[in-house]
């Protein structure tokens, strides 16, 4: 009497499920990911370049809007008209002047309506509302 065994081939591990938890994880951390800090926010790193070659000549101004509603471009308060001049004169110089809106966290919707309708008047159409999370 002779008793072989069957030969029970090898099973392979299926890499499948972990490359599916990997994507999981990734687009997990992709969407969850906020940017806290101003300087790893593309936009403003030209906005600041801009501030930098003097007023008007760039592509791009960051325009800041406290609590209270007040204006403030490159760290100074502008009155109304006087970001309403600004504006013309920059659109002036470049046509793709982009506008880029930094409302304060405490800062009421009415002002930021305001500032907005302002810009439109001045003649500026590429707007951009930009929003950190945290203090400002």
Do not use: C, W
């Amino acid at each position: 009497m002779q008793l072989t065994r069957k030969a029970t081939p090898r099973q392979l591990i299926s890499l499948v499920p972990m490359i599916d938890v990997l994507l999981i994880l990734l687009v997990f951390f992709m969407v969850t990911s906020t940017y806290l800090n101003l300087s790893m926010v593309p936009i403003v790193d030209r906005a600041e370049q801009s501030e930098s070659q003097g007023a008007g000549s760039g592509t791009t101004l960051l325009v800041r809007i406290d609590a209270d509603g007040a204006t403030h471009i490159r760290g100074q308060l502008h009155a109304p008209d006087a970001l309403v001049d600004l504006v013309r004169s920059g659109l002036a110089e470049n046509p793709l002047l982009s506008v880029v809106l930094l409302p304060s966290s405490r800062a009421t919707t009415q002002a930021l309506v305001g500032t907005m309708d302002m810009l439109t008047t001045a003649g500026a159409t590429r707007l951009r509302l930009m929003r950190l999370e945290g203090q400002q």
